[in-house]
């Protein structure tokens, strides 16, 4: 009876099989990034002149690239970054996007329009040159990458959390709160952060694949990740040059990249069905 | 006009089916007001749905026979069925912007209803016109050309039944009418409701938790409880002499004095979960009278006039 | 405004507990873009006394402005203008001490069991949350609300609940322990049992009623159900766009209405007892105007049965019919009290 939210979750998500399979993959994922130094043969820069371009074997399961670095071990070590631009960008995101939306949608009026405005802007600039124009700005390097990117994405986060807050701060229970003195920031944070987290749970889970996609690409065009990375856009980008001599050089981290994004979307796919009867049911 | 022959409503769980609605068996007389009433979850607008054939047909199954003027609804095909709807029995809900096109004129969709028997536009408007001042709608040339947004509550209902008064139907559900209405306007859509039936002598099927419209204007009650029917009679029979113990303490909870007369009764516990098929009397958690013999049979239904039976062991 | 002063003159033994004057909320409505800023006069000018321990229920349609009054007295919302004095303080000029100290003193329970309750906390920390508000130690409101829980006849292991998992009875009664913990004066009761069911409601109602004898609570409640303001309620204010239309006990006017809003209030009310039905009953026409474009004269003149051409020019002054009972009308401006 007295059932905690989190455990009624974990109860049905039990019976939900792509959350499961989503779990499963990216704790696999998450593993391999924990152990990438166990687990790699080689280390990731190690250039082995005399192996170059060498398809796979059993010496290098994977082949290796331009410069003999291995590629399984380049694999390995590339969940680290890919998990990376996942978990900090998402996050950067989500801090911009609940901090406006929150503010925008509880004070609403004029701090409301000024705030959408600059979502506005922000999302009206296609996202790649916005991206291309911060990369120039702040120079190339994985860090600037996912800040440009978290900089255009933000605004999704902030759409709807502010229609979350907008929604939730007429109810009854927040103005009882406020009747019985309760003051702003605690009204915000004790009553209406806790029940956007599962929307947010919600947005989290399908902004981590399209946060990952697009830095992936803006380390494709060259402006992510520098060499020696062993960023699987990176890795890409160095395969399109061999598309005919090596295709093993962009197979591999391709199918790493898809393998990734695809857990994202499955336990993001689940967590919404596990989610979503209890966001309505509030 | 209409009967009910032991109607059940079951829903599929996994190992079984669990009864909505249990046997519940009724008549409704032409030109008569027919309310079924009970709280919530006790089934009642579950029998309103399966009468129109309006159950999100997925898991459950209607036992029982459903008979309209003679026929046995249950046999008509889905074609059919969309030909009694409307034309032969009209419903009306609790929430009519729901139930309106957001995009017609109000005033169209009433005549939406006319149209099907093919008449020049003019006279169609006509009638529409005519229609809304019949439903005391203010300004009726200029109302039908209204949106349904732009209506009130009580004018928007007002629209609805305009609508099923179109097509004469010989019988009207109304489930909750004027739950979602001011006490003022909901007196005013009684009164449509009752010159309804002095007028056109149809049937009125209405579905309501409200006691107090009970007594406005009922002829005949159902009071049903956790998916069966506790007792039915006459609306005097009811109120005047209710004989099952559930009728009985719902009478004196009904705040009708002051406090300075005494406490209202109150009904401890709380209405069973169907959950399991319980062979009971599904009162007999919350009866004061309730016996050994309460909770292993079912109970009789008995009768003490023509109209006035209920179903209890003790009494 | 005379009928105000001898209705406070004839209260004046007795201590006051609630009192309004002339007190109004205009909620601004920007027409279009260089149109003018129109006006939603939700309350115009209500002056209204509530004695310690006195249930007062507000009753009117929706629109009426009942809500927004209550509103007011929680400092929800503002009032453009008047003076609100629970126990003796003005509300409207409290110092930030005072402040803190008037929000423990007035507590409010709202109609929709399912959102009374923040979804996110379990039933304990709702109920202990006032408390800590208030400077209270956490371990402290956690065995008050202990206490609470069989003040309002609840098992304490509803404590570990979220509201999802409880009743809408339960939730109501829950609404109700928080509203108690704070020791408050005044209960806002806003349409309590309306989306409960008739069994239920008694309980709550009869609830409501012993609480209020035994902490000598005084109540203001709303609701559309004149059945349980004629149970539940020592004195009745009725509401009409804004304005109190009629002001008295409970007895004299829900059975000798004077106002004729108010009697065609009474007549639409459905009574619990068919044999009633063939009274001569009356039926307001048409339904209440807009907030914004208000008659010159009296607001209910449109739909007035008995209005003349007075009601059209100028807006009628309360006139006491009886006592402790007031009218806004001019059918009573030539016999004054006692008639």
């Known amino acids: 009876m007295n059932e905690t939210p989190f455990m009624e979750f974990l109860v049905s998500a039990r019976k939900n099989a792509n959350f499961l399979v989503g779990a499963f993959i990216i704790l696999s994922v998450v593993f391999v990034a924990i152990f990438a130094p166990v687990l790699a043969p080689y280390g990731y820069d190690t250039a082995n002149k005399a192996d170059r371009l060498q398809p ?65 802007l922000a999302w009206c600039v296609p996202g790649i040159i916005l991206a291309l124009a911060v990369v120039t700005l702040l120079g190339k390097g994985l860090n600037n990458s996912i800040i440009a ?57 399908m902004q981590l694949p399209s946060t990952v996609i697009s830095t992936t690409a803006l380390s494709f065009l060259g402006l992510g990740s520098q060499p020696p990375s062993p960023d699987w856009g990176l890795a890409l980008s160095n395969g399109m040059k061999y598309v005919s001599r090596g295709q093993w050089l962009s197979i591999f981290p391709g199918i790493a990249m898809v393998y990734t994004v695809f857990g994202f979307n499955l336990l993001g796919e689940g967590i919404r069905d596990l989610i979503d009867p209890h966001v309505k049911s509030y | ?34 309310a079924v009433v009970g709280e919530s979850g006790c089934g009642k607008s579950t029998i309103a749905h399966s009468i129109m054939r309006l159950l999100p047909d997925r898991n459950e199954r209607v036992l029982g026979g459903i008979y309209f003027e003679g026929h046995d609804l249950n046999a008509l095909n889905d074609r059919q069925m969309t030909g009694v709807r409307g034309k032969k029995i009209g419903m009306i809900f609790q929430n009519p912007l ?37 439903m005391k709608m203010p300004d009726p040339a200029q109302s039908v050309r209204s949106f349904p947004h732009e209506l009130s509550g009580g004018m928007r209902q007002r629209v609805m039944i305009a609508m099923m008064l179109a097509r004469n139907p010989k019988l009207l559900i109304a489930d909750e009418p004027t739950t979602a209405l001011d006490v003022t306007i909901e007196a005013q859509i009684l009164e449509i409701m009752s010159r309804l039936r ?98 292993k049979h079912a109970p009789p239904v008995k009768h003490l006039s023509s109209t006035h039976s209920y179903a209890c062991h003790n009494r | 405004m005379t009928g105000t002063e001898n209705m406070l003159a004839s209260q004046a033994d007795a201590e006051i507990m609630i009192e309004m004057s002339g007190v109004k909320k205009y909620f601004p409505l920007r027409g279009g873009f260089f149109g003018p800023t129109l006006k939603v006069r939700a309350v115009d000018g209500v002056s209204l006394t509530v004695n310690r321990g006195g249930i ?19 400092k929800l919302v503002k009032p453009t203008e008047g003076v609100i004095k629970i126990d003796g303080v003005d509300i409207t000029k409290a110092t930030a001490e005072q402040e803190t100290k008037m929000r423990s003193e007035i507590a409010v329970v709202f109609q929709d069991p399912a959102s009374n309750l923040n979804p996110r906390q379990t039933v304990e920390s709702s109920i202990s949350r006032p408390m800590i508000i208030h400077g209270v130690k956490k371990s402290d409101a956690r065995a008050q609300a202990h206490d609470v829980m069989s003040m309002i006849k609840m098992d304490e292991h509803y404590l570990r609940s979220y509201p999802h998992q409880l009743s809408g009875g339960q939730l109501q009664r829950i609404a109700i322990a928080r509203a108690l913990v704070l020791k408050p004066k005044v209960i806002i009761l806003d349409e309590p049992t309306s989306a409960l069911d008739i069994s239920v409601q008694a309980q709550v109602l009869n609830m409501l009623l012993d609480l209020q004898e035994s902490m000598n609570l005084t109540y203001m409640i709303i609701t559309h ?38 009697q065609g209030l009474m007549g639409a009310s459905p009574i619990l007892d068919p044999s009633l039905r ?62």
């Open chain 1, 56 to 120: 796979p074997s059993a010496k290098y399961p994977f082949g290796t690239d331009d410069f003999g670095r291995d590629m399984l071990s380049k694999v390995i070590y590339g969940a680290r970054i890919t998990l990376q631009i996942a978990l900090i960008g998402t996050f950067i995101q989500m801090f911009l996007g609940v901090t406006v939306g929150m503010v925008s949608g509880y004070f609403g009026g004029f701090i409301d329009k000024f705030l959408m405005y600059i979502a506005d």
């Open chain 1, 149 to 205: 990117i978290s900089l255009v994405n933000w605004t999704q986060f902030a759409r709807i959390v502010r229609a979350k807050t907008m929604a939730i701060k007429n109810q009854a229970f927040i103005e009882t709160g406020i009747a019985f003195g309760e003051k702003t920031p605690a009204i915000m944070l004790r009553y209406i952060f806790p029940n956007i987290v599962p929307a947010l749970i919600v947005m989290i889970s």
């Open chain 2, 1 to 34: 006009m209409l009967k009910l022959d032991r109607l059940s409503v079951e829903y599929r769980v996994r190992g079984g089916y669990l009864s909505a609605v249990k046997d519940v068996s009724l008549n409704i007389g032409e030109g008569e007001i027919f």
């Open chain 2, 98 to 134: 729901d139930s309106l096109n957001p995009v017609y004129r109000s005033g169209s969709q009433v005549a939406e209803a006319i149209f099907l028997d093919k008449k020049n536009r003019a006279e169609v408007w006509r009638e529409v016109i005519e229609f809304y001042r019949e």
């Open chain 2, 198 to 295: 002095a007028d056109f002598n149809t049937s009125i099927l209405l579905i309501t938790h409200n006691f107090g419209i009970v007594a406005e204007i009922a002829d005949r009650v159902a009071v049903m409880y956790a998916g069966e029917v506790a007792e039915q009679g006459s609306v005097f029979e009811i109120f005047q002499s209710p004989s099952h113990p559930y009728t009985e303490l719902l009478m004196k909870a009904l705040p009708h004095q002051s406090k300075r007369e005494g406490r209202l009764r109150t009904i401890e516990g709380s209405v069973p979960r169907i959950t399991s098929a319980a062979p009971g009397c599904r009162f007999c958690n919350r009866c004061p009278a309730a016996s050994e013999r309460c909770e």
């Open chain 3, 56 to 74: 007062v229920g507000l009753v009117g349609e929706s629109g009426s402005g009942k809500t927004t009054l209550a509103r007011m007295i929680l």
């Open chain 3, 225 to 262: 159900d004149l059945n349980v303001i004629r149970y539940f309620s020592d004195t009745v204010a009725v509401m009409y766009l804004g304005k109190l239309v009629e002001y008295g006990h409970t007895e004299e006017v829900t059975g000798n209405p004077r106002h004729p809003y108010t």
């Open chain 3, 278 to 339: 063939g009274r001569t009953k009356k039926l307001l026409p048409g339904e209440p105007g807009s907030l914004i474009n208000l008659p010159k004269g009296c607001r209910f003149f449109p739909r007035c049965d008995k209005a003349d051409g007075r009601c059209e020019k100028r807006e009628p002054d309360d006139v006491t019919v009886g006592p402790n009972h007031t009218v806004n009308c001019f059918l009573y401006d030539g016999r004054k009290a006692g008639d």
